[in-house]
């Protein structure tokens, strides 16, 4: 198993739709969580950073960690084409050197 | 402000040759990683370096060598290239470890033949 699971999609919706990402994991020992946006033949960006449980909103992107289920989610509103991409969902320790990545699902916004 | 750097973007190899990737960033970061990314696996760290002078195994480190130059550079090597090393190659540094913010390079598209 995985230690973090991320489902690869392809995801289509059409333009202005509310769009849900979503990632679990194994490993309870988790602290942050992180949501990174990827364009094609890109590197990674980050793009929502939390640490422990709870929301963090930051305009049209909310990211949501809930602990207790092992579960996190990004979540875009009024989804425009340019948030096309691929979303990496990523974890890490608070005291190790790595953080461990998602495999990533692609989104598409239909105009 | 460049960000990061990587070098070349695109090569193609025949098995057992050996090659050199490049990267820089001028961040002024401590710590630099090397990720490979493949369909349906994400990235996957192959080695980093926590400060200049240190570098540590990752999760997929055989067949691969690395080499921190100094605080801006960052090296992997590819001593024998093998077909299952086709991949794209991203580095990335960050301020510090333990999972602040990484900053990625654009990547390098590898063929092994």
């Known amino acids: 198993q995985k230690e973090v699971e991320q489902d690869p999609g392809p995801l289509s919706v059409p333009e202005g739709a509310i769009v849900s990402l979503n990632c679990t994991y194994s490993?309870?020992?988790?602290?942050?969580f992180m949501w990174y946006r990827q364009y094609s033949r890109k590197g990674p960006e980050l793009l929502m950073y939390?640490?422990?449980?709870g929301n963090k909103e930051d305009g049209r992107f909310t990211a949501q960690v809930d602990k207790s289920s092992k579960y996190i989610s990004l979540f875009i509103r009024d989804s425009q084409p340019s948030d096309s991409a691929t979303y990496l969902c990523a974890m890490g320790y608070s005291s190790a050197s790595k953080i461990i990545f998602g495999s990533g699902t692609r989104l598409s916004i239909r105009p | 402000n460049a960000g990061v750097t990587q070098t070349p973007k695109f090569q193609v190899l025949k098995t057992g040759q050996s090659m050199t990737l490049q990267c820089a960033q001028d961040m002024n970061h401590n710590s630099m990683y090397w990720y490979r990314q493949d369909p349906g696996m994400g990235l996957r760290l192959i080695y980093y370096?926590?400060?200049?002078?240190?570098?540590d195994k990752g999760e997929v480190p055989n067949g691969y060598n690395v080499s921190r130059l100094n605080k801006r550079e960052f090296s992997l090597r590819l001593e024998s290239a093998a077909p299952s090393q086709t991949s794209v190659y991203f580095c990335?540094?960050?301020?510090?470890?333990?999972?602040?913010?990484?900053?990625f390079g654009p990547g390098t598209r590898l063929t092994v033949l």
């Open positions: 370096s926590a400060s200049e002078g240190t570098t």
């Open positions: 990335a540094s960050s301020e510090v470890v333990s999972g602040n913010e990484q900053f």
């Open positions: 939390t640490y422990s449980s």
């Open positions: 490993n309870s020992a988790f602290q942050y």
